[in-house]
């Protein structure tokens, strides 16, 4: 009779965890079946790319745009030999992608800005945020600022230097990053806007 119990018991405590296991299953695929990836729209260098209602991280930022004119992938002692820095960090990437970008106001609300620090740039399995020590040396006139405004009809361009770690890359790409897929994430969602910086 104990036997009996104990084998019931087993079967009950079995049925629960299947139907458990099978419940969150079909949960899982009705979430990921309505959740869908932001449609992604690719520009060039050179090309203006409007916010509009689009968010990157935190907030959107309509009424501006922002523009890649060009960028470099320097050592760390290349970059700050290009802006006449001295060595003074203990942390320090082993490579640099200079960015340089145009900010520009079209016509956004007073309350709105950007924030910098939400930019990034992203490759193929590999993603890089701004460094924000070197973006007070290449970048002296923000003083440490790091979330803008601009007034309407005015631009701004400035360097955002990304840090770049060797141990992220395979050899060879790291050897020939200049010919490497990465692009400057302008926003996210609802649409994401990208520009391939090479």
């Not at 620090?117 to 007070?136: F, K, M, P, R, S």
């Not at 490497?180 to 994401?192: C, N, S």
Request: with cysteine; hydrophobic share 40%.
């Amino acid at each position: 009779m104990r036997g009996l119990k104990v084998k019931n018991k087993t079967f009950l405590i079995g049925a629960i965890v299947i139907l458990l296991a099978f419940a969150y299953i079909q949960r899982y695929k009705t979430v990921n079946q309505v959740i869908k990836s932001a449609p992604i729209e690719k520009y060039s260098m050179g090309e203006e790319v409007e916010m509009q209602k689009d968010i990157l991280i935190n907030y959107t930022m309509e009424g501006y745009s922002v523009k890649v004119n060009k960028a470099e992938v320097l050592s760390y002692e290349e970059f700050l030999e290009k802006y006449h820095a001295k060595d003074e960090y203990t942390y320090v990437p082993d490579k640099v992608y200079d960015v340089e970008i145009t900010l520009r106001n079209i016509n956004a609300a007073n309350e709105t800005g950007i924030n910098l620090t939400e930019y990034y740039i992203q490759g193929l399995a590999v993603c890089a945020a701004v460094e924000t020590n070197l973006c007070d040396i290449a970048n002296p006139e923000l003083k440490g600022a790091y979330a803008i405004a601009l007034r309407e009809n005015s631009e701004l361009t400035i360097h955002l230097p990304f840090a770049l770690y060797k141990e992220l890359f395979r050899a060879d790409i790291w050897n020939d990053l200049e010919n490497f897929d990465m692009y400057f994430v302008a926003t996210l969602y609802p649409e994401k806007k990208i520009v391939q910086i090479k």
